[in-house]
Nanobody, 115 residues
Framework: QVQLVESGGGLVQAGGSLRLSCAAS????????FGWDRQAPGKQRELVAF???????TYSDAVKGRFTISRDNAKNTVYLQMNSLKPEDTAVYYC?????????WGQGTQVTVSS
């Protein structure tokens, strides 16, 4: 059974930083790509960043240059380092991956950026 557990969210002032973690189990971690998505109230879920099995990365224009996605295959964990946070980054952040042809999401972690 695939499980993704996010942590690291919280309340931070604009300009601050947070690091999100996503611990994965039930999959061959090193073979999977992982994404971080977010959903703000009243808005659709959107892609924030993605890291492939070979550690290639992509970012949305909204976070490029401020966020960094990384992975530690030894710890089965994916990270999202978020710097220079803005109030518009406020959202629930979700980790996702695909296992056996099925898309999996974590439960999400709330990030709130105050102005």
């Amino acid at each position: 059974q695939v499980q993704l557990v996010e942590s690291g969210g919280g309340l931070v002032q604009a300009g601050g930083s947070l690091r999100l973690s996503c611990a994965a189990s039930g999959i061959t971690f090193s073979r999977n790509g992982f994404g971080w998505d977010r959903q703000a109230p009243g808005k659709q879920r959107e892609l924030v960043a993605f890291i492939g099995s070979g550690s290639s990365t992509t970012y949305s224009d909204a976070v490029k240059g401020r966020f960094t996605i990384s992975r530690d295959n030894a710890k089965n964990t994916v990270y999202l380092q978020m710097n220079s946070l803005k109030p518009e980054d406020t959202a629930v952040y979700y980790c996702r991956t695909v296992g056996g042809g099925t898309l999996y999401w974590g439960q999400g972690t709330q990030v709130t950026v105050s102005s």
